[in-house]
């Protein structure tokens, strides 16, 4: 039987499950936003309902990385601990397997019938100096069938320096086979050949290291972030120059924040972006050379994803979790911004049960936001239906 190591390792543990961990950075001067709910004018929600899929994620799966969601088209795929499964909201078909049957995926990127997954193993080199050979295999996984079978396409590229993982993985919308992977050693890698060949981008990376995004709109850039061992909440805005070098300039915010978790960008304006993180949000105007951070430290909130509206782009969403009190994390809390992200409020809360509220990923499909859950599954929210 293989041995392939688990690694809970701090990138990510700090992400997941510190709490209270607030840096002691000068407080910001300037009055903080206001926390409030949606003007009794707007129409009450409908009830959070399940999809109907649950999978069977363990909460240590949570510590290599967060198993995300992919909306293409009208079709939603789940990475989970089993494989991918897919479903059809347009024609609401039944959950089914799609890929890497009972393989521990985080993230895939997807180009015609060709799938490369990264998953939630951990690799050591098979020379260290315990004396151990330890397996190499299945950090990355291929399938050039659109799912139906699949091979070990793990390079040696990421395991020559020891302990390896990869947590991240982003692929160029314009060049569906330029692809950046974020790993644990040798920090962010490129490929241009879906896979097949990988080059050493930069030899380092956020220190814990949560995000890894290629701006849809400008795709010589892309962005790593996380914090510093400070918990300093930081941002690299990485310049791609074409020769396999990268210009990096770094943000960090300097009141006192924990971590950006995630990046959304405008659908039609390439200079604004906004981040979500650990009791903040961001925003930047000139396409990510400087930031504006708003303290939302008083909420509690983890925002682990923000999402702008894409029909109305005024609009924006974002959802986490608790982070102080593992107690919170029963309840689903949505934020919305309607001024493309200055400022603030909770938009809906709703108990869920037991690590119901632990929201990991969200997609907007239509008039409805999509959560992926880690003790609900998948839940949705109807943004139209009334309350009864």
Known sequence: ?????????????????????????????????????????????????????????????MHMGVPKLKLLDDNLYVCTQKGIYKKNLQEDTNWDLYAFENMPVIEFVKNGDKLLAITMYVSKNPQGNDGVKYDTENLLLLSNDNGQTFIDFTSPHFIENGNNAISRIAQNPENPNSIIALHVNLGISKTFDFGENWQLLINSRTARSLELVVHPLDTTLFFNAGETMNYQGTIWKLSDNGDGTVTRKVYMQQTGSNCVHNIAFHPTNPDILVYGGEGYFGKSTDRGETWNALDYWDTGMYFFKTIFDEENPAILYSTGFHGGDLSTRDTVYVYRSTDTGDSWHLFHSEYMGENGGFIMDMVKYKNKLIFYTLGGGLLELNLETQEN
């Open 1 to 61: 039987m293989k041995r392939i190591e688990l690694l809970i390792f701090s990138a990510l543990i700090c992400g997941m499950l510190c709490t209270g961990c607030r840096s002691n950075f000068e407080e910001p001067t300037e009055e903080k936003p206001s926390i409030e709910e949606d003007p009794p004018t707007e129409p009450f929600l409908g009830q959070i309902q399940s999809m109907g899929f649950t999978p069977d994620n363990e909460y240590y799966f």
